[in-house]
């Protein structure tokens, strides 16, 4: 089965570092997600790419926070610098067609991020 | 304000019997709807999506509803097994908008 994989699965850092996962989506798709999961808030989308061009970060705070798609292979979010309040899962998916938002979104398992 | 509310209260159901969740919305206008399970660990996983002109959607063993004047969603899972012990997501996309917003999720425990 093709699945999306994320890098890396865990990541522990003090607060002040830069950090960056990544995402390598599922071959063919042409739609990334980049989601971060609390307990307290649940999945919110951080931000979205179509055909690798940046469709809307609008849930991602821009100071500190951003998204790229080097080639369509790879996806990466960055902060920088981190903050505690910055600790969550986050989660990359991806998904088919023009009308990728109508499709069923594919998750990878995530990055737990811990910040000191 | 607009909110998406499932159960965050556990659903403790026996093996065999039909366990029931329901995802009720709030000042959404939904063009379709999604349902995923999520395992410990794991990243959410599609199971069924419903539009907004559809009032039922089968596969297998689950049943989704969706009734645009209640505003609820009701995901089913029948003959219900330990395997299907996880937390389901209900996702929403509002028409005239492109972003699909998850509910928090309901964990649903099937005892042996």
């Known amino acids: 089965d093709a699945r999306v994989t994320q890098t890396p699965r865990h990541k522990v850092t003090e607060m002040g570092q830069e950090v960056t996962m990544r995402c390598q989506p599922i071959l063919g798709h042409n739609t990334v997600f980049w989601y971060r999961q609390t307990m307290m808030q649940g999945l919110e989308l951080l931000a979205y790419?179509?055909?690798?061009?940046?469709?809307?970060d609008s849930g991602m705070p821009k100071d500190r926070f951003s998204a790229e798609m080097p080639d369509a292979t790879l996806a990466t979010l960055k902060i920088q610098p981190s903050e505690p309040r910055d600790s969550a899962v986050y989660f990359c998916?991806?998904?088919?067609?023009?009308?990728?938002?109508?499709?069923?979104?594919?998750f990878g398992d995530g990055t737990r991020l811990s910040i000191l | 304000s607009q909110k998406i509310e499932q159960n965050s209260e556990a659903l403790n159901i026996q093996e065999g019997k039909t366990a029931t969740l329901t995802c009720n919305y709030t000042?959404?206008?939904?063009?379709?709807l999604q349902w995923y399970r999520q395992d410990p660990g794991r990243g959410p996983v599609f199971l069924l999506l419903?539009?907004?002109?559809?009032k039922e959607k089968r596969k297998e063993r689950l049943k989704v509803t969706f009734d645009t004047t209640l505003k609820q969603s009701l995901f089913h899972i029948t003959a219900s097994q330990p395997a299907d012990s996880a937390t389901y997501l209900c996702a929403l996309l509002n028409t005239g908008f492109q972003k699909l917003v998850f509910g928090t999720g309901t964990r649903l425990l099937v005892s042996p």
């Open positions: 419903i539009r907004e002109n559809e």
């Open positions: 000042n959404y206008s939904p063009a379709y």
């Open positions: 998916a991806s998904g088919l067609g023009d009308r990728g938002l109508y499709q069923p979104q594919h």
């Open positions: 790419f179509r055909n690798r061009a940046p469709l809307d």
